[in-house]
């Protein structure tokens, strides 16, 4: 099996492109078999609402050493190391969208990424599948965990619960390692999805355009997120290929890492070729 290159550093640049000139914290994940290879595939690491390069922790090397590909792990402006969102700014129902449309086609232009494979957590999953449905030609295919494609009153539950823990403190003290602003994250987020704004929010008209090979991941115990999220996914996007994990929560790649990989390996193995395929995704 192909090794992951972990000594690699973070690295920063700026979105010249946007008007607003954020600047981008990543990590390139590089691998053997890869760094021999000529148009070898990427992975673009999308993460979580509380996420960033340092919350993905070695999952995203784990993914890349068992695939033979290379990656890109960034953290969007208002996370990680990236530039922080600024004091008074609200994140609107559109948040996701622009992410999609504008921050992540800047990045992947100014570091030279083709046809990545995308995968993403959460509201990454969401801004992986808005990128993949605007850009059909652009991308190679997508893996999303747990998906937010409408919005659920267990959801909402979730993320009130989720905000008295960190105005109790002890969150914020376990954000504040993988957060230059704790604060900038949090409150970024989480206003967003508690705005009235976004009571009636939803992507599945714009993903309606999506073509490239699909996989969906979700745990049947999801705090966030119902079933339903999959079922609207597969009822707009027949192509689709899920795989749904008892036990499992909204942290997929930490509860179930194994099969979350090895069901991604079957997915980009069908697609592409490269990569021998292990088992197959259920549904």
Known sequence: MPQADSSLGTE??????????PCIEFRRVRTQRAADATETPCIVFLHEGLGSVAAWRDFPDQLCAASGLDGLVYSRPGYGRSTPRAPGEHWDARYLHRQALEVLPALLAALGIHRPWLFGHSDGATIALLHAAAFPEAVAGCVVLAPHVFVEQKALHGIRRIR???????????????????DSAFYGWCDAWLDAG?????????????????????????????????DRI??????????VLPNCGHMLQRDAPEEVIRATLNVVATHTGR?????????
């Open 12 to 21: 920063f640049i700026t979105l010249q492109a946007l008007p607003e000139s």
């Open 164 to 182: 008295q823990a960190y105005e109790a403190g002890l969150l914020r003290e376990r954000l504040q390692p993988v957060q230059g602003d704790a």
């Open 198 to 230: 976004f009571r009636h929010w939803t992507i599945e008209a714009d993903i309606a355009t999506l073509r490239c090979p699909l996989l969906v991941v979700q745990g049947e115990d999801d705090a966030y997120g119902t079933l339903e999220q999959v």
């Open 234 to 243: 597969v009822r707009i996007l027949p192509h689709t290929r899920t795989l």
């Open 275 to 283: 990569i021998p395929a292990t088992s197959s995704p259920q549904g």
